[in-house]
């Protein structure tokens, strides 16, 4: 039975690497539309705030490929799905048959219907989902002056920073009342907002894009700013990044009649439910009503297809995912889980919340029936890894609850310690790696940070858990050498 991929990006690349680890032998041909090796896409705002190189965030180099007998189709864009003969269609001319075919396309960011963006975008107005697009930015930012990010989502903000790192001045056109709004209730999205106000961006917010102002330059359209509805008028920008959200890429699926929603529709099995010879994961799947957007639940989709695909384990099943948001902006330090929309009246929950807004400090957590359903640390998140804990395992809070706001009260500082934190406890969200492995891990010889990362991959995604792996690396040491 061969197996075809069609995207090497976050998914599609954990997916093939997964299945080597399990079957050497299976025929594996993956396609990917870039050029580039697989990367991974959330250090992009890294790269773009100049803190790492695009050569540092590789996942998979070509060469591994070529040594594990996967036929890599680098640059190489299916074109069409022939479901009836079990062929692909791809832009090098080649119809490559499949057994089961894998659908990891992703999504691409959405280009809002702005008047002057009808024949494309013009010079200086760049979107960021690719490598392409984060080099594109780098580029213009180097001779720009002013920029505007449309869109004030986690996208924009870490855009955002990234180019008030390089010396621009930025600012933010944001649609909704706050920023962050699906993360972040009001409150937070104030202080957030004035948080980034000292960093030097400013925040328009309930602004209304209504075109990109631009300027004949030797033939070629150059965006000299965005128009705003009153009041707030024009913005003057060299730079305009697009971060206005992405659409799951399903052009593909629905042209091969496939069933699509917003994503396409998958079972726990993470199979089409129109053709079980076709399976989807990563954002362009939908899987019992939900697309998700991030690379946890990606990443554990992979693992649970390479298990049904090489029948390492017939009965795994992707059954949902918590969805963690961790901002990653110098100088902005936000956890976000769950629902944080609750207010203190609102029926049914207890809220905790405490704001110190000239210090840029927000923390709420929400409890429903003796769980934790959501919370936001903002400015100080010194508590995340235990809130993070009790809300992926829906486990009980403490009694104290203070301690889910404040390390050090309740005893909240000894269980994010490596020492208190128990072996179930969740590391690498991104990974879904815990304390209890690493530990494995340790006690079979790996001794640094990097070795730890090769063995078990914790800290190889979004990189936050990287100084709790060290904590727990060094406590390891510790309880090694005899006192
Ligand atoms: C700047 C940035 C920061 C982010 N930060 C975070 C974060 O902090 N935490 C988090 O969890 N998530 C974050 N994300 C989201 C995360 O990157 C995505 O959830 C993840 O990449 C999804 O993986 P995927 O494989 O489904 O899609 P992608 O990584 O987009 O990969 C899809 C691939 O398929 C290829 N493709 C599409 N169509 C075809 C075709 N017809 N033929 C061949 N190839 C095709 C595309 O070119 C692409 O390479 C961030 C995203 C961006 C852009």
Not at 167 to 181: F, K
Not at 370 to 380: C, H, N, S, T, Y
Request: with cysteine.
């Amino acid at each position: 039975m061969s197996i075809v991929v069609i995207g090497n990006g976050m998914a599609g690349s954990r997916l093939v690497t997964e299945i080597r680890e399990r079957d050497r032998e299976v025929p594996l041909t993956v396609f990917g539309a870039e050029p580039e090796q697989p990367y991974n896409r959330i250090l992009l705002s890294n790269v773009l705030a100049g803190a790492a190189g695009p050569e540092q965030i590789g996942l998979v180099d070509r060469a591994w490929y070529g040594r594990n007998g996967v036929d890599a189709r680098h640059g190489v864009e299916v074109t069409a799905i022939d479901r009836a003969a079990r062929v692909v269609h791809a832009s090098d001319g080649t119809a490559t048959p499949y057994g089961t075919l894998v659908i990891a396309t992703g999504s691409r960011s959405i280009v809002p219907p702005i008047p002057g963006t009808e024949d494309g975008l013009p010079e200086g107005a760049l979107a960021f989902r690719t490598l392409d697009d984060c080099r594109a930015i780098i580029g213009a930012a180097e001779g720009a002056r002013r920029a505007v990010v449309i869109g004030g989502g986690l996208l924009g903000i870490e855009a955002a920073r990234g180019l008030a790192g390089r010396g621009l001045d930025v600012t933010v056109a944001h649609l909704a009342g706050h920023l962050m709004e699906r993360q972040l209730d009001p409150g937070a999205g104030e202080v957030l907002a004035r948080t980034l106000r000292r960093l030097g961006i400013r925040a328009r917010l309930e602004a209304h894009v209504t075109s990109l102002r631009t300027r004949d330059d030797a033939g070629a359209r150059r965006v000299t700013g965005v128009g705003l509805a009153p009041p707030d008028g024009d913005v003057p920008a060299d730079l305009v990044v697009l971060a206005c959200g992405v659409r799951p890429e399903t052009g593909l699926a629905r042209a091969a009649g496939l069933a699509v929603d917003r994503g396409i529709v998958v079972d726990g099995a993470l199979r089409s439910v129109t053709d079980p010879a076709v399976r989807a994961i990563g954002e362009c799947c939908q899987h019992d009503g939900t697309v998700y957007g991030l690379v946890a639940p990606a990443w554990e989709q992979a693992a649970v297809l390479a298990d049904l695909l090489t029948g390492a384990d017939a009965g795994a099943r992707f059954t949902g995912a918590r969805q963690i948001t961790r901002l990653k902006a110098a100088g902005v330090d936000l956890v976000a889980m769950g629902e944080t929309h609750h207010g203190d009246d609102d029926p049914g929950v207890e809220v905790m919340r405490f704001a110190d807004a000239s210090r840029g400090t927000y923390k709420k957590v929400v409890v429903r029936g003796d769980r934790v359903v959501g919370a936001i640390l903002l400015g100080e998140t010194s508590t995340a890894g235990t809130l993070t804990r009790l809300y992926d395992r829906a486990a009980p809070p403490p009694a104290e609850r203070l301690g889910m706001l404040f390390a050090g009260v309740g005893g909240a500082q000894a269980a994010d310690s490596p020492v208190r934190m128990p072996d179930l406890a969740t590391v690498c969200h991104c990974n879904n790696v815990s304390k209890g492995q690493i530990r494995a891990c340790w006690e079979k010889g790996a001794r640094s940070v990097d070795e730890i990362a090769d063995a078990t991959r914790a800290g190889t995604g979004c990189g936050g858990c990287r100084d709790t792996v060290c904590g727990i690396v060094e406590w390891l040491g510790e309880q090694a050498v005899p006192s």
